[in-house]
């Protein structure tokens, strides 16, 4: 599976951003599809996951509320809404695909995305 995300940018405190990831391969809909995210000097960090059916979904307690994501199993893409962006949420995002046990951790995935930017300012 190839990984490609997009949709990153420059946006004010209290924005909005919708990033997108397209995958390649015909498994695609038997994974499960993560948001994550890496602040320079910081550990990646989770944000949001998504089972393979869509049928749930999990995030950071730090974007719960704000953020939403989604699949489309037909199109082979998984997108990240991001509502309310606050200037702490500026980092590379990355989506990666996996069938980890804990949707959580980031090294129970196996396949990732090049990352994507994004920039909140006050």
């Known amino acids: 599976v190839q990984l490609q995300a997009s949709g990153g940018g420059l946006v004010q405190a209290g924005g909005s951003l919708r990033l997108s990831c397209a995958a390649s391969?015909?498994?695609?809909?038997?994974?499960?599809m993560g948001w994550f995210r890496q602040a320079p000097g910081k550990e990646r960090e989770f944000i949001a996951g998504?089972?393979?059916?869509?049928?749930?979904?999990y995030y950071a307690d730090s974007v719960k509320g704000r953020f939403t994501i989604s699949r489309d199993n037909a199109k082979n893409t998984v997108h990240l809404q991001m509502n309310k962006l606050k200037p702490e949420g500026t980092a590379v995002y990355y989506c990666?695909?996996?069938?980890?046990?804990?949707?959580?951790?980031?090294?129970?995935?196996?396949?990732w995305g090049q990352g994507t930017q994004v920039t909140v300012s006050s």
């Open positions: 990666a695909a996996g069938r980890p046990v804990r949707y959580y951790n980031a090294h129970e995935y196996d396949y």
């Open positions: 391969g015909r498994t695609f809909s038997s994974y499960v």
């Open positions: 998504i089972t393979w059916s869509g049928g749930r979904t």
